[in-house]
């Protein structure tokens, strides 16, 4: 079973910037799409940010545009899926859980949850003012 591992969460003052990585345990093969997802304290597991595999084009949620930036590790022959979320500005309401996740299929909008079939644990941050 394909394993996604995130890294580099941690608590950070806002303004902050921080950088998370996600890396699958071996390749996924037929990958459409990769994305990061997270969830606040208290609250549902949202969309945030979502790149294509096949052309790296990426989506973001209205709340991280402009300060997310999604992307991918291009080298094409490596044995892993990596992703990468560089956050910048960060706030307090960016606080929690992110989660990345990959899809195998385009018959689902990036933002929807169903879309995709292989999860990470997950990785803290912790946004202060």
């Known amino acids: 079973q394909v394993r996604l591992v995130e890294s580099g969460g941690r608590s950070v003052q806002a303004g902050d910037s921080l950088r998370l990585s996600c890396a699958s345990s071996?390749?996924?093969?037929?990958?459409?799409?990769m994305a990061w997802w997270r969830q606040k304290p208290g609250k549902a597991r949202e969309f945030a940010a979502a790149?294509?595999?096949?052309?790296?084009?990426?989506?973001?949620?209205?709340s991280v545009k402009g300060r997310f930036t999604v992307s991918r590790d291009n080298a094409r022959d490596r044995p892993v899926n990596t992703l990468y979320l560089q956050m910048d500005n960060l706030k307090p309401d960016d606080t929690g859980v992110y989660y990345c996740?990959?899809?195998?299929?385009?018959?689902?909008?990036?933002?929807?949850?169903?879309?995709?079939?292989?999860w990470g644990r997950g990785t803290q941050v912790t946004v202060s003012s």
């Open positions: 996740a990959a899809t195998q299929s385009a018959a689902y909008p990036f933002h929807d949850p169903g879309a995709y079939g292989y």
């Open positions: 071996e390749r996924i093969p037929g990958t459409y799409a």
């Open positions: 790149i294509k595999w096949t052309d790296d084009r990426t989506t973001y949620a209205d």
